[in-house]
């Protein structure tokens, strides 16, 4: 059967989709966060209500990706402030004020909005005349795009500058960042000051970890892993949206002495 025009339909296994009685430009809350997929994700999940409106599934892809984009602008800024903790302490308040900090909100936000507000309004102007099934559970750009039946170059191009921009420029300046401030950490005359300034970047390093690793994978399993099966995709896309809200506490929790040393405990205690 076919669905109503204006309305995906997503699916999470590796098979021909199934598709449902069309029910309409259904509706999906969207929310201002990375959890405005979960009430989406689970009807999939629990309720099997697997359709998705046009517009519903534009305002998911944008607040999915733009809220990534300052995700990543936010771990650019805190790369920055460790930076100028440890290698210009003196000036630390000098240098970030309440008027720079304010200012680098803004240009995170403007980066994100200006961004991501064309990428939808690119994919608004295609056409979908064949197969609406989605292999994801939310609106992933690259996915939606894969189902026009129009020229998609564009699309393709300027999703790359969206990742280059975001992605490709804010790991470079992360990467400096931290080789500066390796190397101010190796000058340090004491190895118990060594220890305890490379202890309060190590959980910033594990959170950029968390997050940068499943999106590049993702990235380049959709823009080159044609041979790929859809089933990985899936995975992929799930882990790069999840993994890192849900592993962040438990990175910075660990560095909470009382909390570590109650896990050790129970894990001692487990053990014994």
């Not at 430009?25 to 689970?42: D, F, N, R, V």
């Not at 790369?79 to 210009?88: G, Q």
């Not at 190895?191 to 590049?216: D, E, M, N, Q, W």
Request: hydrophobic share 50%; glycine share 6%; charged share 15%.
């Amino acid at each position: 059967m076919h669905l109503e025009p204006r309305t995906f339909h997503l699916h999470l296994v590796a098979r021909p989709p199934i598709h449902p009685k069309p029910n309409g430009e259904g509706q999906t809350e969207i929310t201002a966060s990375y959890s405005s997929t979960i009430p989406k994700m689970l009807s999939v999940f629990w309720l099997g209500a697997h359709d998705i409106a046009f517009h519903a599934c534009l305002a998911q892809m944008f607040f999915l990706h733009a809220f990534t984009a300052l995700e990543s602008g936010l771990l650019l800024a805190m790369a920055f402030d460790r930076y100028v903790a440890v290698c210009d302490p003196l000036r630390y308040t000098a240098i970030l004020t309440d008027l720079a900090v304010a200012k680098m909100a803004a240009a995170i936000v403007g980066r994100a909005l200006a961004l991501l507000i064309p990428l939808v309004l690119l994919v608004m102007r295609l056409p979908f005349c064949r197969s609406r099934a989605i292999a994801h559970s939310y609106c992933e750009h690259m996915a939606v795009v894969k189902l026009a039946c129009g020229d998609t170059q564009l699309n393709s191009a300027y999703g790359l500058v969206v990742v280059a921009t975001v992605i490709g420029f804010d790991v470079v300046f992360i990467a400096v960042s931290y080789l500066l401030i390796l190397g101010a950490v190796f000058r340090l005359p004491s190895r118990k000051a060594r220890g305890k300034t490379l202890g309060t970047c190590g959980s910033h390093v594990c959170v950029i970890l968390l997050f940068y690793t499943p999106a590049v994978f993702s990235f380049f399993a959709h823009r080159f892993g044609h041979g790929v099966a859809p089933y990985v995709h899936i995975l992929l896309g799930n882990l790069y949206l999840f993994a890192p809200p849900a592993l962040n506490p438990v990175v910075y929790a660990w560095r909470t002495k009382p909390i570590r040393q109650r896990v050790l405990s129970a894990w001692r205690s487990c053990k014994g």
